[in-house]
């Protein structure tokens, strides 16, 4: 055990102090929408609901629970997030993988291509048009495709597979293995880490995401649960809107249940971060080449 | 492109030989000949009529759908219609979250449905110019409902609002028999009651009232509004303007006509506009209106009105109903909360609301359809019929609803909608999908309107009702490049109204700046709108 000077020992309190912080600051948010999820709408409107349930209530679970259309939205997210992520990451790792050999012709040309698509897009209207035209609208290839290859990802990625040592490919080479097998039995295996963060990345966004399926679905049916999320909270608060009058029970339980359906939302891509966190692990490369 | 030219011509001199054929008997004033468009279509329809195509037709239609009643497939809204009509819509589900925006998008990208309902003017503006939606104004020959209602509410002045500056409009109007103002004041009755006060008739009484309140109860604001995102005081200034005879707050309109002068002046520059600023500014300096007024969520200000740390709050007939009584029921049983008719102040005795609902647009590419007369005939008996209006709004007699003889409707046992039937297991929205808003629109005879109203609500309505409708301003349309140079100077403009309204209300800017104000709207080129507006009006008399 070496000793701490006091210097380290003051960048560990401060450290903790800060992190724990950081810590409520994230948490906070989240347990209040748990605690407002389980409470008596009446203590809602008293204010009096912070971080503890009060008045311990499960109908808007019941409620939001028994809709037929939140479970079809909800089976819509998780194929719409498993489908678009495994594409998303096939074509984003042939792509990276492809960008880092130095040796590959027309390389800056292919990188520029995607860049170019950071800074300048289409716009909405032809966007549209050109998803249209291409039969995919109302289907589910309308949210995995655009956007399969998300260049910030590409480029993290891209940097990884160049910061792997070339000899332990040129090894390979020699074994026998052609790129392909190159590149799913060494490079793949080695790359688990950056893999993870990438199954990460695309998950949570295509979970959160709502914008596409907005536009390119005409039917209740086809939305994810996010679209069915927002248009729940917007209905609940139109003020504006006189049409939008509802039974004084109904209008009642809508806070609770826009904390329902955040929960419920929001739990399965937390659950997901324990489980990929363990990849964060650095040293994967330490001792792959020797001599 | 010469080429085209070329054939236009030859398109016009052939479309001028046959209307030289044919001009003996028909009106040239119709943008196209409709005899291939009328497939599917009644031959006699008329005032009255059922609407029933001649053969099964279906026509696309734009669907703003309520979370609270979200679209299914087997309503009986849908099977009973095509029974009726022979017509099947197939709706394009659009989350109400989001509907101007897929409603823009899909107009933009030429992939609109035929019909599209639920359009408030003057959101139709933007798309007139691309011709992408249809001057209905020139097919009202296919509208017998339409035309009938207009003639006989006298809606003329309402509708020239809609006109563009060719003349013609492009919004299929909702409209109102009479106009229904629903944003007002609620008042706790208890405490007035305590403090010996009468219901405030008038601005002036209501101030009045508030500095009894506070008198009695020194540690509270005895007034905080709600309703100010994203507009700022968006409710309390609409109400307020508008007995100052403005359009301010969320209803802000920078041109006010001045009848007296007979021409436009600048809303924000006016001497009302600087008197409903001072009467702000003389509560709030009292300590009778909270500053949060102006800021807070909807959610604070009813909290505080719950809590009994306020008195006094905006409210319509279903704030009132849905939330602040329910509210106060589980924090304070004793409160009694009442919603008074709309204070009166210097503008008069006046209703404020429009006669003018949302409408409908039709997508340019019906024309094309050869059912295109058979689509406006069904528009015109769902949308405007009161055989159609009374369908889309309570249903089918006998099965949601009874009528006895002297014309009232009832629901029947099992069917519940605003609570009237708190035991039924059926909602007439949810499980039927009647009064969805989309086709069954909030207009309509007094009768109809206000038959799912409370006698409360009843009783408010004729209040407001016995009240002089509002003077409408004279039609002013600009042309599509004075709209473009108007629509830059209006944004910086209500930047500047908004904020330095709340700092004259809010006392951080002192009134007797009013002149340099004045001069600040100036400088950003308020009198040139003002001119825009005039030069505009005089162009359309």
Known sequence: MVTSTRGERAFRAVNAVVLTAVVFVTLYPFVTIVARSLSDESYLIAGKVNLVPRGFDLTAYKLVMSDAMFWTNYRNTVVYTVVATFIAIVLTTCYAYVLSKPRLRGRGALVGVAVFTMFFSGGLIPNYVLITSLGMKNTIWAVVLPNAINVFNLLVMKAFFESLPVELEEAAAVDGLSTYGTLLRIVLPLSKAVIATMVLFYAVTYWNSWFTAFLYMDRQELFPVTVYLRNLIAGATGAQDAGGVADADAVQAAATLQAVTIVLTTLPILAVYPFIQRYFVSGVMLGAVKG | ?541
Not at chain 2, 93 to 106: C, F, I, N
Not at chain 2, 151 to 168: F, T, Y
Not at chain 2, 291 to 306: G, I, M, N, V
Not at chain 2, 361 to 379: E, G, R, Y
């Open chain 2, 1 to 541: 492109m010469r080429i085209r030219t070329r054939r236009g011509v030859a398109a016009a001199a052939a479309g001028l030989l046959t209307l030289g054929l044919v001009a003996c008997s028909e009106e040239p004033t119709k943008a196209e000949d409709l005899s291939g468009s009328r497939v599917g279509a009644m031959a006699e329809y008329g005032l009255g009529d059922q609407f029933k195509a001649t053969e099964p037709l279906s026509f696309t239609a734009l669907y703003n759908n309520h979370p609270f009643y979200p679209l299914k497939n087997d309503w009986m809204f849908w099977s009973e219609l095509t029974k009726r009509t022979n017509v099947k819509i197939e709706p394009v589900a659009v989350p109400l979250s989001d509907y101007e925006q897929k409603r823009s998008l899909l107009i933009g990208a030429g992939d609109a449905p035929m019909i599209i309902p639920k359009t408030y003017h003057p959101a139709e503006d933007a798309f007139v110019a691309s011709g992408a939606i249809l001057p209905v104004s020139d097919y009202l020959d296919l509208l017998p409902n339409l035309k009938d209602k207009i003639a006989k509410w006298h809606l003329e002045p309402e509708i020239n609002e809609l006109r563009q500056s060719d003349g013609k409009y492009y919004l299929l109007p909702g409209m109102l028999e009479k106009p229904t103002h629903d944003y007002s004041l609620a008042v706790r009755a208890d405490i007035l009651e305590e403090l010996n006060l009468q219901i405030p008739k008038t601005w002036d009484e209501l101030h009045t009232v508030l500095k009894a309140m506070k008198a009695r109860y020194p540690s509270s604001y005895p007034f905080s509004d709600r309703w100010s995102k994203p507009n700022p005081g968006g409710s309390l200034l609409s109400i307020l303007g508008a007995s100052y005879g403005l359009k301010a707050g969320w209803s802000y309109q920078h041109a006010h006509w001045d009848p007296a002068a007979r021409k436009f002046d600048y809303t924000g520059a006016t001497d009302q506009y600087k008197q409903m600023l001072q009467y702000l500014n003389k509560l709030v300096a009292e300590g009778l209106l909270d500053p949060e007024s102006f800021t807070q969520t909807d959610d604070a200000a009813r909290q505080k009105l719950a809590n009994g740390k306020s008195f006094v709050i905006g409210a319509n007939a279903q704030t009132l109903v849905n939330e602040n009584r329910p509210d106060l029921k589980s924090t304070l049983p004793k409160a009694r909360l009442v919603r008074i008719p709309l204070p009166v102040g210097p503008a008069g005795e006046i209703n404020p609301a429009s006669r003018l609902e949302n409408g409908i647009m039709i997508s340019t590419k019906a024309l094309q359809s050869k059912n295109f007369v058979a689509m406006m005939q069904f528009i015109d008996w769902l949308w405007y019929s009161d055989a159609g209006q009374e369908f889309a709004k309570w249903g089918v007699e006998g099965t949601t609803y009874t009528k006895d003889a002297a014309g009232k409707r009832t629901l029947t046992a099992d069917v519940d909608i605003f609570g009237l039937n708190p035991k039924a297991t059926k909602h007439l929205q949810k499980d039927f999908g009647f009064y969805n808003g989309v086709f069954a629109a909030y207009g309509g005879n007094v009768d109809l309107v206000q038959s799912f109203s409370s006698p409360e609500e009843k009783e408010f309505q004729k209040v407001m009702s016995a009240r002089q409708p509002v003077v409408v301003a004279p039609p002013h349309p600009f042309t599509d490049e004075e709209r473009e140079q108007a629509t830059l100077w209006e944004s910086s403009l209500k930047d500047h109204v908004v904020q330095n309204s709340l700092r004259f209300i809010l006392g951080q800017r002192p009134l007797t700046e009013w002149d340099a104000y004045v001069a600040e709207l100036k400088a950003k080129n308020s009198d040139k709108y003002v001119e825009l507006a005039n030069k505009a009006y005089e162009r359309f008399q």
